[in-house]
C-alpha cells in the first residue's frame, strides 16, 4: 500500500510511503475520544510520524525538526497555535520546550479530546516537560518498531529466524532497499551526533560508541556496570548515566529480578536488552544471518527478540506492564515472569528448533511461586504442542498466541 500525504510546513512536501497498519492506531483512536492530547514516544524511525499523519491526514502537520518551524512558533507561539485551533500534528515536540506550556493554558481553555497529536524521541526531555506542564490533559502512548504480528500481517516477517534477528523490526528497513548494514551505520551515526550530543553533552564519542558495543555484548545478560567501566576507562557513575540515556532514547532496557516483596525488585542485579535485535547484530560486528547461526549470541539475541515482542505487545495495548526474569544464586532462572490479570506467566526462550524436555526445566519453578501460573515455551521451531505443562510456540506464532489470549 502506498500511501500520499501532504505536510505543510512552509513548504508543501509529499512523502510517499509504505504502510504497513500499526496495532497502536486502535488504543490512539480510542485515547483521542477521551484527552485533549495524545502523546506518541518511542525510538527514532519506529513509525510515529507516518503513524500520527495516518490518523489525522487533514490536519496541520509541523515538524518542530525543520528550524523554519521552531522559528516560526518562537516569534508568535499565540499565533502559531491559532492556525493549529481546530487540532494538529506536532512532531518532534521535545525541540521546543516552550510549547508545552503554551498548551497547558490552551486546552484548559478548550478540552475538546484529540485536539493535538505529540511526537517525541527523547523520553528523557518530553516525560520531564509532560510532568511539568500536561499531566492530566495527555495520553501518552509508546510505538515501537514493527511487531512480528504487523510484519506478518503484510507478508513482510523473514522466512527465517536468523534473518529476522539480523533485520530487526525498524521500519525503514521494511520500506526501501536499504541494506541493514548500511542503515544501522547511519542509525547509530546519527543517533550519537544529534540525540547524544545534543541532550546528553557528552563530549568523547569514540568511548560512547565502545560502551554501545560492550552493551551489545552483555544484551540478554546480568548488567555489571563496574567490568564495562573498567573496558571503558570510565567510572561507574558515568556507565550509569549513559545507561540512563540508553533507556531514556528507547535504545535499551533493564530487566529486574522477580520478588513478591516489591521493595526488593530494584536491589538486585538486573539484564539489559535491546529494544531491536537488528541493532544489537550490528552494534556485535555481524554481517549477515548467515553469521547468526553459528554465533555465541544466537541464543542472547533470541531471548531479547522474545523480550522486544512480548513488549511491544502490551505498548501497542497501551499496557505499562513490566516484565521480569526470575534466578536464584545457584543458578536456576526463568527468562521472564510476567504478572498478568491475576495470573503470573513464566516464558522460556529457546532459539534452537527441535524441543526437548530439558527447555521447560527452568518452567517448572514457576509452580513454586503460589498463585495461578502458566508456562509458555517460545522456541525457533515450527510445531506447537504442550510440553512438560508448557505450552511450546514457535518464533513466528508468538505475537499472535499473545493476541489471542
Known amino acids: 500500500n502506498t500511501v500520499i500525504w501532504e505536510c505543510d510546513s512552509q513548504i508543501t512536501v509529499f512523502n510517499f510511503i509504505f504502510m504497513i497498519d500499526r496495532e497502536l492506531r486502535k488504543e490512539i483512536s480510542i485515547c483521542m475520544t477521551e484527552a485533549p492530547i495524545v502523546?506518541?514516544?518511542?525510538?527514532?524511525?519506529?513509525?510515529?510520524?507516518?503513524?500520527?499523519?495516518?490518523?489525522?491526514?487533514?490536519?496541520?502537520?509541523?515538524?518542530?525538526?525543520?528550524?523554519?518551524?521552531?522559528?516560526?512558533?518562537?516569534?508568535?507561539?499565540h499565533g502559531f497555535l491559532v492556525a493549529c485551533k481546530e487540532g494538529a500534528v506536532l512532531d518532534e515536540a521535545q525541540n521546543v520546550p516552550e510549547l508545552f506550556s503554551f498548551l497547558q493554558g490552551w486546552v484548559d481553555q478548550d478540552r475538546t479530546p484529540g485536539r493535538f497529536i505529540l511526537t517525541g524521541s527523547q523520553n528523557f526531555s518530553l516525560t520531564e516537560k509532560i510532568t511539568q506542564s500536561l499531566a492530566g490533559r495527555i495520553a501518552l502512548l509508546e510505538l515501537h518498531p514493527f511487531s512480528s504480528t504487523e510484519l506478518i500481517s503484510a507478508n513482510r516477517l523473514p522466512e527465517t529466524l536468523d534473518e529476522a534477528l539480523f533485520m530487526g523490526a525498524f521500519p525503514p528497513l521494511?520500506?526501501?532497499?536499504?541494506?541493514?548494514?548500511?542503515?544501522?551505520?547511519?542509525?547509530?551515526?546519527?543517533?550519537l551526533q544529534r540525540d547524544v550530543r545534543q541532550w546528553a553533552q557528552i563530549q568523547n564519542l569514540e568511548t560512547f560508541t565502545r560502551f554501545l558495543s560492550l552493551c551489545a555484548g552483555c544484551a540478554g545478560e546480568l548488567f555489571n556496570a563496574s567490568r564495562i567501566a573498567m573496558d571503558c576507562g570510565v567510572d561507574g557513575k558515568t556507565v550509569r548515566r549513559w545507561l540512563s540515556i540508553l533507556e531514556a532514547g528507547y535504545i535499551a532496557a533493564l530487566v529486574y529480578p522477580y520478588h513478591s516483596n516489591l521493595r526488593k525488585r530494584l536491589v538486585k542485579t538486573p539484564k539489559l536488552f535491546f529494544y531491536d535485535t537488528g541493532l544489537v547484530a550490528h552494534l556485535l560486528g555481524i554481517q549477515s544471518p548467515e553469521q547468526i547461526s553459528l554465533h555465541p549470541k544466537r541464543g542472547a539475541l533470541f531471548e531479547n527478540w522474545v523480550f522486544?515482542?512480548?513488549?511491544?505487545?502490551?505498548?501497542?495495548?497501551?499496557l505499562k506492564t513490566p516484565i521480569y526474569f526470575w534466578r536464584t544464586q545457584d543458578g536456576a532462572e526463568i527468562d521472564f515472569v510476567v504478572e498478568q490479570n491475576l495470573e503470573i506467566w513464566g516464558i522460556e526462550a529457546k532459539s534452537g528448533m527441535s524441543l526437548q524436555t530439558s527447555m521447560t526445566r527452568g518452567l517448572q519453578n514457576v509452580v513454586g511461586f503460589g498463585k495461578n501460573t502458566r508456562r509458555f515455551l517460545v522456541y525457533g521451531g515450527t510445531e506447537s504442542c504442550d510440553i512438560h505443562g508448557a505450552a511450546a510456540v514457535p518464533w513466528r506464532d508468538w505475537g499472535a498466541f499473545l493476541r489471542k489470549m
Not at 64 to 77: G, M, T
Not at 178 to 191: H, L, Q
Open 39 to 77: 502523546g506518541i514516544t518511542g525510538p527514532r524511525q519506529s513509525g510515529k510520524t507516518t503513524l500520527s499523519q495516518s490518523i489525522c491526514p487533514s490536519r496541520p502537520y509541523y515538524s518542530f525538526e525543520d528550524p523554519f518551524v521552531r522559528q516560526r512558533f518562537l516569534e508568535d507561539p
Open 174 to 191: 521494511y520500506s526501501s532497499t536499504w541494506r541493514p548494514a548500511r542503515w544501522f551505520s547511519d542509525y547509530t551515526t546519527t543517533y
Open 308 to 318: 522486544v515482542e512480548t513488549t511491544k505487545f502490551f505498548r501497542n495495548r497501551g
